[in-house]
């Protein structure tokens, strides 16, 4: 095999959480033997049970029959260490987000594996260059940041370390094709596309229950636009805890006014669809999320705590607020290089955010409104709301061209 051509035949997994069962089933889907490495082999064994049930389960349903089901279960196996895994053409390391303990990995493998292994991590924002430093074979470190879950959604965003060669990526593309992926490449910056141009989003929808709107009004107003969901029923569903002690752990970000009510929520237990409660209630059994008066008055109650004036907040107000949140980073993402193309930045968030599919995505849906009308609503914000919402450089080059992102 030339190194340049990276054949991936054989894959491990780091990791046998959520997230890495999805990608153990997305490369064993994808023909590629995998072996299995967790240093709590009773979690691996629950992990390779669940897989199984998974699989069962697609057999039931007609999606697959017992035969393939058999043959993907027998191209995963559970690994013992890591100088078991030492002959695989790619590690997928699938902890959680800690950027020292992924480099611990990252320099362990590095001494273990044959020269040409690639090594990737599923990271969701972290530094790749900082993972990357780790090694001494930086041109073949990447992030593949797969979507939970991950064998079921569509999209995978391979990021592009300084030092990541074009052959390897390549060779992620090749692979991302193989597992059935929507694949888009994106530069090194924190959240790469999705998960910053996320961040903008969700605090318009926070600060806007604290200026007079409730989570249902925000979600039906974006879900009324034709998104899948809106973003607190999007955080019911991934978790409100998740953030939480991830700003616990940080020790940085559990003041900021507009996490005030994720806190409280979890300080009562409520995480989301998993706990029965979060910003919705939901039945035992039930992932229908039903209004939860409770949640109203516990908005109002911090609000008001933190000197807030409530006012009324129409569904044309949150719309404007999260799309235009949404662009603006989109524009600055493309004008840095993160992105390939505005198209990229659409396929990410068609294919991983639920953005409705008749609209294109964010950018597309801009060039359709004009982008010298976006830069106006823009400059009308930063007008009445500050700085934050100063148009991206790019939209106002393109909106004096009289062109859309489309054409940049």
Not at 225 to 244: K, N, S, T
């Amino acid at each position: 095999m030339s190194q340049t051509s990276f054949d991936i035949q054989q894959a491990a997994v780091i990791g046998a959480g959520t997230m890495g069962r999805g990608i153990v089933m997305c490369l064993a889907n994808a023909g590629i033997a995998v072996q299995w490495v967790d240093n709590n082999p009773q979690m691996l064994e629950q992990a390779l049970g669940t897989v199984a049930d998974t699989y069962a389960h697609n057999v039931r349903q007609g999606r697959i029959d017992q035969v393939e089901a058999d043959a993907r279960i027998a191209r995963i196996s559970a690994a013992a260490d890591y100088p078991a895994i030492r002959n695989v053409d790619l590690v997928i390391e699938a902890v959680y987000e800690n950027l020292e303990l992924k480099q611990r990995i990252f320099r362990e493998l590095d001494g273990l594996l044959k020269p040409e292994a690639l090594l990737a991590s599923n990271t969701s924002a972290l530094d790749i260059d900082a993972i990357a430093a780790a090694t001494r074979r930086p041109s073949q470190v990447l992030g593949l940041h797969f979507f939970s879950p991950a064998h079921i959604m569509k999209l995978l965003e391979i990021i592009r370390g300084a030092q990541t060669s074009p052959a390897v990526l390549e060779a992620a593309l090749r692979l991302g094709k193989r597992m059935g992926k929507v694949s888009v490449v994106s530069g090194n910056c924190h959240g790469f596309i999705g998960n910053r141009m996320l961040h903008p989003y969700v605090l318009e929808a926070r600060k806007m229950l604290l200026e007079g709107a409730y989570p249902q009004q925000v979600d039906a107003a974006l879900q009324g636009f034709g998104f899948a969901m809106g973003p607190f029923r999007m955080y019911d569903v991934v978790g409100i805890d998740l953030e939480w002690r991830a700003r616990e752990l940080a020790g940085k970000g559990q003041d900021a006014p507009e996490v005030q009510v994720d806190n409280r929520l979890c300080e009562m237990g409520r995480f989301g669809q998993k706990s029965g409660n979060g910003y919705y209630h939901y039945e035992p059994g039930s992932r229908q999320a039903e209004h939860d008066p409770e949640v109203d008055a516990l908005v109002l109650r911090v609000s008001e705590g933190l000197g807030f004036q409530r006012r009324e907040i129409g569904a044309e107000e949150i719309l404007e607020r999260c799309l235009l949140a949404l662009v603006n980073e989109g524009a600055k993402i493309l004008q840095e290089g993160i992105a390939g193309s505005a198209h990229d930045i659409d396929l990410v968030y068609l294919n991983g955010y639920g953005f409705p599919a008749d609209k294109g995505g964010p950018m597309a849906w801009a060039d359709q409104q004009g982008l010298a009308d976006i830069h106006q609503r823009l400059l009308a914000l930063q007008t009445r709301q500050g700085d934050q919402w100063q148009p991206a450089r790019l939209i106002g080059e393109l909106a004096a061209q009289g062109k859309g992102f489309a054409e940049c």
